[in-house]
């Protein structure tokens, strides 16, 4: 099965400053790769993902980029706010299976103000 | 669009005690439904999903059972909660062939 191994577990960053999480895969198979935003108490929000056949995909401060070579895709916040501050996490599909998602640890990112 | 409903949103129960925990999505058909525990700081666990009605995959063994009487209802039960049961729930559906999930607003379960 699919094994994702998310880093750092936390990360705390200057507002304005970059964040970047990283995430390693298992499975070469793997061809979709989301990552969720969780507040505290809420349910987790997908916020970006990409697929295996692009390097990189931005939205706005966000962007997410992959080396497949590697087997591993990052997430890059840019311009970082308060309330960028959260629980991320990065999922990756089993055997490139479409049905389930396998999810990394995650990685608590604070912004201080 | 689509809307992903849970219920209750907060529950306390005893030990021992039986427990329906519901989702229902709108505004799709046939969607992939996916079950899901949350401990306090950690990670998904994924515990059920399903392609469609009466057929549910399990992933962890547990006290815990899904059921999906229409295509678009995920219910999780069980008979006797233990206190490792306590946790956030949240249900989560997708569009067969995409990978995208997205996750109701989660029930919050207090065993004691």
């Known amino acids: 099965g699919e094994n994702v191994e998310q880093h750092p577990s936390t990360l705390s960053v200057q507002e304005g400053d970059s964040a970047v999480i990283k995430c390693t895969y298992s499975d070469s198979a793997s061809n979709y790769f989301p990552w969720y935003k969780q507040e505290l108490g809420k349910r987790p929000q997908l916020i970006i993902d990409i697929r295996s056949n692009v390097g990189e995909k931005k939205d706005q401060r966000i962007a997410v980029t992959l080396n497949k070579t590697a087997k591993h895709f990052s997430l890059h916040i840019t311009e970082t706010q308060p309330e960028d501050s959260a629980v991320y996490f990065c999922a990756a599909p089993p055997s490139g299976s479409a049905r389930q998602l396998t999810f990394g640890s995650g990685t608590q990112l604070t912004v201080l103000p | 669009s689509q809307t992903i409903h849970q219920w209750p949103a907060t529950l306390v129960q005893p030990v021992g005690s039986p427990l329906s925990l519901e989702c229902t999505v709108e505004g799709t058909s046939n969607p992939n439904l996916y079950w899901y525990r949350q401990a306090a700081g950690r990670g998904l666990q994924l515990l059920f999903y399903?392609?469609?009605?009466?057929?549910i995959s399990s992933e962890v063994p547990q006290n815990l059972s899904a059921s999906r009487p229409q295509d678009r209802q995920f219910i999780l039960s069980s008979k006797k909660l233990l206190l490792s049961d306590s946790g956030f729930y949240l249900c989560?559906?997708?569009?067969f062939g995409t990978g995208e999930q997205y996750f109701g607003p989660g029930t919050r379960l207090t065993v004691t």
């Open positions: 989560a559906w997708s569009v």
């Open positions: 399903s392609v469609g009605i009466g057929q």
